[in-house]
C-alpha cells in the first residue's frame, strides 16, 4: 500500500502546475502525517491522540514544528492528496505553500485547492501538553519557565520521563531546583514503583506548599469496611469512635446484608394500618395506641406471629457489630504508600498550624500598628489634654483626602506620598489649631459639652467633605515599590503596605517621645498638663502650649490618615471606622502615656484578630465581643494596662 501511495504522489508531483517546487514526499515527517491523515484532518478531539503521541515520540527534529505551526492553525492539507504544507494566506485567494520537512518555499497556490487545520481548544490543550517535552529543553529559560508552569498546571503521565531526562542538564539553579520539584510531585502521582513513590513523598517532610498537599491528600482517602475478621495488617475502626458511629456502622452492616434493618416510626406505623382488624391491631384497641411504647408492642406482636419484620433492639444491634470487624481501607494508593503520606501529612500539618499561629501574630501586629496610627494623634488630645475630641476620625480622613489631591497634581505615586505626609500635617495642624481657638478653648474641663461640640463638628467635617469629593470613595494608590506581599511561605505573608505602616507607627511612636521627653515644648506641654497655675507663674503661656497641642495631636492624625489611605478606603466615612477602636487604644493602655498607647493598640489589636480567627463569618460579631471584652477589662484595670502616678493621675 505504501509503495503505491509514494509512486502516486511522485506522479502527482510530475503533473503539478507550475510555479511549485517538489515537495519531498519522502520526508519521515510527511510519511508521519501520512500515516496519521484521517484522524488529523477529521480533527476530533476523541480519536487525534495518536497522531499527537506519534509526533511526540517520533524523535524527529521537524516535530516540535510541525506541532506548533499545528496549534497555531498554520498547516494546511491538500484535497487531493492529502499532503501537509505550512501556508500563509496571499493576495487573490492565494496560499504561499512550505515544506513541512524543512520549512523551504514550494510557491503560490490557489487556497480552494487546501484545507486548513483549525484546531478547537481540547486539541489544543492536548498538542500543548505534547510540547512540554521539546520546551523543557528549549536553550530559552523563559521558554523552560512556561513548560513547567503548564506541567504544573496539567501534568499527564508522560510529562514524567521527559521531566527526569531535561533535569541533568537544566543549568539555571532556580529552574533545576523546580523540575526536581516537580518531578517528585509526578513521582508520587503516576510513579509505578512504590519504593520510588514513597522516598518521593518522604521527601516533602514538612513542606508547606500548596501543591505538596493536593498531591498527598488522595492518597489518604479511605474507606470504612466490614469483615467477620479483621484482614491482617488492617487498620481497626472503633465503633462509636468520630470515625464511625454506632448507627452508620449498623447501617454498613445492613447495606452488606449481614444484619437486618432497623424498624422506624414511620414502618411501624404503616405495619400497624395495614394490619388493622374492625377496632383493633394484634388484639390491642386502635385507641390505646397513641404512644410510641404502645405502638412498639403492638408491632412486636405482629411480628411474633410473622406478619412483620422482627424488631431489632438495641441489644441485637449490639450483638450484630460486635459479631463483625470494621477497619480501613485507602483508595488513594497502597497501603505502604498511603501511610507514608499520612505520616508526612501529619508532619505538614502540625508545622502548618505553627506557621498559622504565625500569620495570625502578622496580622495581629499589622492591625494594632494601623490602629496606633489612628490613636496616636488621640493619644495627644485626650490622653494628654483630657479633650474628648469626636472629630479626631475626622482629621484622619482629611489627611487622607490630602493624599488624593496631591496624586491628582503628582502623577509619581512615590513623589506624591512623599509631598502628602508633610502637606497632610500641615492641613490637618491648621484645622486643629482652628478647631482650639474657635470651640475647644471655651470647654476645658466640660467633658460632656465638648463631646457634644466635637461630635457637631464631626458631622459638619463628613458633609463637607461629601460635598467636595462626593460619596463614592476615592483612590489613594500605593508606589509600586509597596505593591504585592512578602511571601515567607505558602502559609505566612503580609503585604508590604501593612509592613510600611508597621515601619511608620515605629517612627511615629519615636517622634513622640522625643517631642515629649527632650524638647521644650514637650516639658512645657507636661508642665501645663500637670499643673496649668504653676508653669504659668514660670513664663509659660498655656493657652498657646494648648492650641499647640491640640494642633501637633491633630497633625499627626492627617499623617495617619494618608498611611490608612494606601490600606482602606478613602471615604467620607472612614474616620468613623476607626474613632471607637482609637478611644479604645487610648483608655486601655492608660490615659495620658505613649507606650500604654502603643500596648493598648497592640491588645485591642491582637483581641480583635483572635475572636475573628474564632469566629471568621462574622467580622461584626467579631468587634462586638472585642467590645465587651474591652469592658470586662477596664472593669479591672480602670485607669489602664500603665496607670499615671502622682498628681498626673489626680488631675
Not at 404512644?291 to 410473622?306: H, M, N, V
Not at 475573628?612 to 470586662?632: G, R
Amino acid at each position: 500500500m505504501r509503495p503505491l501511495l509514494q509512486i502516486l504522489m511522485a506522479c502527482l508531483l510530475v503533473i503539478a502546475p507550475f510555479g511549485l517546487r517538489a515537495q519531498q514526499v519522502d520526508a519521515p515527517i510527511q510519511q508521519l502525517l501520512q500515516t496519521h491523515a484521517d484522524i488529523i484532518a477529521k480533527s476530533s478531539r476523541k480519536t487525534i491522540q495518536p497522531a499527537i503521541d506519534a509526533l511526540a515520540s517520533s524523535g524527529l527534529p521537524e516535530a516540535q514544528t510541525v506541532m506548533q505551526r499545528w496549534q497555531d492553525k498554520d498547516m494546511w492539507y491538500a484535497k487531493d492528496t492529502t499532503l501537509f504544507v505550512f501556508a500563509e494566506k496571499a493576495p487573490d485567494r492565494m496560499l504561499r505553500l512550505f515544506d513541512v520537512a524543512d520549512g523551504s518555499e514550494i510557491g503560490l497556490a490557489e487556497a480552494k485547492a487546501y484545507k486548513q487545520l483549525k484546531p478547537n481548544s481540547g486539541i489544543r490543550g492536548l498538542i500543548a501538553a505534547a510540547l512540554v517535552q521539546f520546551q523543557l529543553s528549549d536553550p530559552d529559560p523563559r521558554a523552560r519557565a512556561t513548560a513547567l508552569a503548564a506541567i504544573e498546571r496539567d501534568a499527564e503521565p508522560s510529562h514524567l520521563p521527559a521531566l527526569r531526562a531535561a533535569i541533568d542538564n537544566e543549568d539555571d539553579a532556580a529552574l533545576k531546583e523546580r523540575k526536581m520539584r516537580i518531578e517528585r510531585v509526578l513521582t508520587i502521582r503516576f510513579g509505578e514503583d512504590d519504593n520510588e513513590r514513597i522516598a518521593a513523598i518522604k521527601a516533602f517532610a514538612g513542606d508547606l506548599g500548596v501543591d505538596v498537599r493536593a498531591t498527598l491528600n488522595p492518597l489518604v482517602a479511605t474507606r470504612i469496611e466490614v469483615a467477620e475478621t479483621l484482614p491482617e495488617g488492617a487498620i481497626e475502626v472503633a465503633v462509636g469512635s468520630e470515625a464511625l458511629s454506632r448507627e452508620a456502622a449498623y447501617a454498613q452492616l445492613v447495606a452488606a446484608d449481614l444484619a437486618p434493618p432497623r424498624i422506624d416510626n414511620d414502618t411501624i406505623r404503616q405495619t400497624l394500618i395495614a394490619n388493622i382488624d374492625g377496632t383493633t391491631v394484634a388484639g390491642v384497641q386502635i385507641a390505646a395506641l397513641d404512644t410510641d411504647a404502645a405502638r412498639l408492642e403492638a408491632y412486636a406482636a405482629l411480628s411474633r406471629s410473622g406478619a412483620a419484620q422482627p424488631v431489632v433492639t438495641d441489644a441485637d444491634m449490639d450483638t450484630a457489630l460486635s459479631s463483625f470487624a470494621f477497619f480501613e481501607v485507602f483508595t488513594g494508593a497502597s497501603p505502604q504508600v498511603a501511610l507514608a503520606a499520612r505520616t508526612v501529612l501529619q508532619d505538614i500539618e502540625a508545622k502548618v498550624a505553627l506557621n498559622q499561629s504565625v500569620d495570625l501574630v502578622l496580622d495581629g501586629l499589622s492591625l494594632a500598628s494601623i490602629y496606633f496610627l489612628a490613636a496616636i494623634g488621640l493619644a495627644i488630645t485626650f490622653g494628654v489634654m483630657g479633650v474628648i475630641n469626636m472629630a479626631h476620625g475626622e482629621f484622619i480622613m482629611m489627611g487622607a483626602y490630602t493624599g488624593y489631591v496631591v496624586q491628582l497634581f503628582v502623577p509619581d505615586y512615590t513623589v506624591s506620598i512623599l509631598v502628602a505626609i508633610p502637606l497632610a500635617f500641615a492641613v490637618t495642624f491648621g484645622a486643629g489649631v482652628a478647631m482650639e481657638r474657635l470651640v475647644i478653648r471655651w470647654l476645658y474641663h466640660r467633658p460632656l459639652e465638648t463631646l457634644l461640640a466635637t461630635f457637631g463638628v464631626s458631622i459638619a467635617l463628613q458633609q463637607l467633605a461629601k460635598n467636595i469629593f462626593g460619596t463614592q470613595a476615592r483612590p489613594l494608590t500605593a508606589p509600586g515599590w509597596l505593591d504585592g506581599s512578602w511571601a515567607i511561605n505558602d502559609i505566612v505573608s503580609i503585604s508590604y503596605i501593612r509592613i510600611a505602616i508597621f515601619v511608620l507607627a515605629l517612627l511615629f511612636l519615636a517622634l513622640f517621645w522625643v517631642v515629649m521627653n527632650r524638647t521644650r515644648l514637650g516639658l512645657e506641654v507636661r508642665a501645663v498638663t500637670q499643673n496649668p497655675r504653676m508653669a504659668a507663674s514660670m513664663g509659660i503661656n498655656p493657652d498657646k502650649i494648648n492650641m499647640l497641642t491640640f494642633g501637633f495631636g491633630s497633625g499627626i492624625a492627617g499623617i495617619a490618615g494618608v498611611a490608612i489611605g494606601l490600606y482602606a478606603k478613602v471615604t467620607s466615612e472612614m474616620g468613623s471606622d476607626y474613632i471607637v477602636q482609637s478611644f479604645m487604644t487610648v483608655v486601655v493602655g492608660g490615659v495620658g502615656n505613649i507606650w500604654g498607647t502603643l500596648l493598648g493598640a497592640t491588645m485591642v489589636g491582637f483581641t480583635q484578630k483572635g475572636i475573628e480567627w474564632l469566629n471568621p463569618s462574622n467580622t461584626l460579631a467579631a468587634q462586638t465581643y472585642m467590645i465587651l471584652f474591652i469592658i470586662l477589662f477596664i472593669q479591672f484595670r480602670p485607669r489602664g494596662i500603665i496607670a499615671l502616678k502622682g498628681r498626673a493621675a489626680e488631675a
